[in-house]
T-cell receptor, first 118, second 111 residues
């Protein structure tokens, strides 16, 4: 149980275009999903917290107009990188939190999406 | 400010021996701690967790120890197997809030 999928797993796009990444919880409902970014040999950096039916909460330094997050249902959150630039090239990972508030803290992660902007 | 630190970027252990990965934290509000395993180009996989009311949690070959007074936790893997070679991240969270990850330790199991 607690499977999270991401699509696509790998995408190359041209500078200036937009890319959408989907994150799905396959066998559970996730009221909260998280989006992370990982640079080579570095830790996972939280970009934003996505709550179903409400606006995402962005971490300091993350441009909300550039990284659009939508959590339209309890099983799907999307991250759209708008007007992508080469510096946006990275490994993007989503996670979903299992359980209601105070019940469980475990986050289950998707397999990640490798974005390369040329 | 790195609130969760893994001071050893890499560790090599002989197959069959014990692997001990360490993690230190500074935020006294953290009350839940987790370990994740990550292979290159994949998402992290949850391994084991511990809440602040416990000092030990065991799951098969994996045991996590928490020393609250020292703000230190460790992951023990015994016996170590080649498939354990990966990057291990510790993470911590105050109640029901976002996780803060350490910088990771690359574990290599030597056959």
């Amino acid at each position: 149980g607690a499977v999270v999928s991401q699509h696509p797993s790998w995408v190359i796009c041209k500078s200036g275009t937009s890319v959408k990444i989907e994150c799905r919880s396959l066998d559970f409902q996730a009221t909260t999903m998280f989006w992370y970014r990982q640079f080579p040999k570095q830790s996972l950096m939280l970009m934003a917290t996505s709550n179903e039916g409400s606006k995402a909460t962005y971490e300091q330094g993350v441009e909300k107009d550039k990284f659009l997050i939508n959590h339209a249902s309890l099983t799907l959150s999307t991250l759209t990188v708008t007007s992508a630039h080469p510096e946006d090239s990275s490994f993007y990972i989503c996670s979903a939190r299992v359980g209601a508030s105070g019940v469980s803290y475990e986050q289950y992660f998707g397999p990640g999406t490798r974005l390369t902007v040329t | 400010d790195q609130q969760v630190k893994q001071n050893s970027p890499s560790l090599s252990v002989q197959e069959g021996r014990i692997s001990i990965l360490n993690c230190d934290y500074t935020n006294s509000m953290f009350d839940y701690f987790l370990w994740y395993k990550k292979y290159p180009a994949e998402g992290p996989t949850f391994l084991i967790s511990i809440s602040s009311i416990k000092d030990k949690n065991e799951d098969g070959r994996f045991t996590v120890f928490l020393n609250k007074s020292a703000k230190h936790l460790s992951l023990h893997i015994v016996p170590s197997q080649p498939g354990d070679s990966a990057v291990y991240f510790c993470a911590a969270s105050p109640m029901n809030e976002k996780l803060t990850f350490g910088t990771g330790t690359r574990l290599t199991i030597i056959p």
